[in-house]
């Protein structure tokens, strides 16, 4: 069963999804879940409730139509640049899918693995579904909210005048782009580095240790040798010269939260928002392998698709999500549909070639690999990657039940009294 393309999505986008659409967003896509999502929905505890709702209704409503199943949280963008300025690990910049952390190598026999467990944030979406939520929490919540209403960009408006003046102004979002990419290819490298570290707020040392790795590297050119590096510059670049233009507004301090979705845009497929600052510069950053999907767009495909499902008989429906629509319709006037044949052109061939889903359940030589598999013991000091494992294992919480739907067989029981957990 193939989980369709990646996607990475807004607060914005799924705010605006009912739970059975939800349920369409989870089962046609890996979802990619953002540090700053994350961050977002959080920061909605210290915000007034609306339309007779609380602040922890409006959380728990927000993580209950998160995704659990096909889904990850993607490793924090500073902690990828850290792993590539200090020559750790080199950032994948053509990846299309979420970078995972949270895993522990395991040995089975002779054969390494991969174990990847539950983080720390997964867990709190199912807490705050059912509105529990810990004090450091909401004071976390309430500190964010805080930075955002002190976030001023005067200074940065000021500072990049005489960028933006460079040339001539830029008079759209495009130019701001060249302009942006024009000043980290034609400033030396050494420059470059001192000023894209001390834009980000690195410390002098980081820029020493780092200078000395890229002459000892040959001196490659810096866009080899820091891609991610300089990809985030390049956001950052075009977000100060963007507002240094009047193009985009230095009025509003949310811009800033906004503007950092485009730093994982390299782990997505497609990125969806209803966002207007989104809508116009995600897709500057975007590869033509990739696809911006405006969030009223994705609603009324999902609308659509829960239409087609709930039509279904009753027996078929029984059976759940996971075996009933293992794959979309075969039918090109949805939007998913589309995506799919983009993004995975085979999936009709890999269809008819695997069994009927009465034939999925789970086998005997299923069940034995699985409880080998449960035998694997934690490896103190293996440096196996998760590309190098013999065989990788995800740890899940998922609800069986969300909005109308079941999405497992009766046959699966919930790990708890509840029937949805």
């Not at 467990?117 to 979406?125: G, L, S």
């Not at 390049?234 to 009047?246: E, K, Q, R, T």
């Not at 789970?362 to 013999?390: F, H, N």
């Not at 069986?400 to 999405?407: N, S, T, V």
């Amino acid at each position: 069963m193939s989980s369709g393309p990646s996607i990475i999505f807004d607060k914005s986008a799924l705010e605006s999804l009912n739970p059975d659409e939800a349920v369409w967003l989870d089962q046609f896509f890996t979802s990619n879940i953002t540090p700053v999502f994350f961050l977002e929905v959080l920061g909605d505890l210290q915000k007034a409730g609306k339309r007779g709702r609380t602040p922890d209704q409006i959380v728990g409503n927000l993580a209950y139509k998160t995704p659990d199943m096909n889904a990850g949280p993607n490793v924090h963008h500073l902690d990828l640049l850290a792993a590539e300025l200090s020559g750790s690990d080199k950032v994948d910049m053509h990846r299309y899918n979420p970078v995972l952390g949270h895993w522990i190598p395991v040995a089975l026999g002779d054969q390494a693995g991969i174990m990847f467990k539950q983080t720390p944030e997964e867990e709190a979406f199912i807490r705050w579904q059912d509105h529990r939520f810990r004090e450091f929490e909401r004071a976390a919540a309430k500190s964010w909210r805080a930075r955002v209403r002190e976030l001023n960009h005067q200074a940065i408006y000021d500072m990049f005048q005489s960028v933006a003046a460079v040339g001539g102004r830029p008079k759209s979002l495009a130019e701001v782009k060249t302009k942006a990419d024009s000043v980290i290819d034609n400033m030396p490298s050494d420059r470059l580095l001192k000023f894209g570290l001390r834009l980000m707020g690195y410390p002098p040392r980081v820029y020493t240790a780092v200078l000395e790795r890229w002459r000892t590297s040959g001196e490659p050119l810096i866009r080899e040798f820091l891609p991610y590096f300089c990809y985030v510059l390049s956001v950052n670049l075009f977000f100060y010269i963007g507002m240094a233009a009047d193009l985009i507004s230095r009025d509003r301090p949310s811009h800033t939260i906004d503007m950092s979705y485009l730093y994982y845009l390299p782990f997505c497929m497609v990125f969806t928002s209803n966002d207007r600052l989104h809508a116009t510069t995600a897709p500057l950053f975007m590869t033509l392998e990739q696809s911006f999907v405006p969030g009223g767009e994705l609603k009324a495909d999902l609308a659509r698709l829960d239409a087609h499902y709930s039509a279904l008989p009753e027996e078929e429906k029984s059976k759940g999500v996971y075996h009933m629509a293992s794959e979309p319709p075969d039918d090109s006037s949805f939007l998913v549909t589309r995506l799919w044949d983009k993004y995975d052109p085979d999936w009709r061939q890999v269809k008819e070639s695997r069994k009927k889903p009465e034939d999925l359940r789970m086998t005997d030589a299923m069940k034995s690999l699985m409880a080998q598999l449960k035998k694997a013991k934690a490896v103190q000091g293996s440096s196996v990657s998760p590309e190098a494992a013999a065989y990788v294992t995800m740890e899940r919480r998922v609800r069986i039940r969300q909005g109308k739907w079941r999405r497992f067989p009766p046959e699966v029981k919930p790990d708890t009294g509840e029937d949805d957990k």
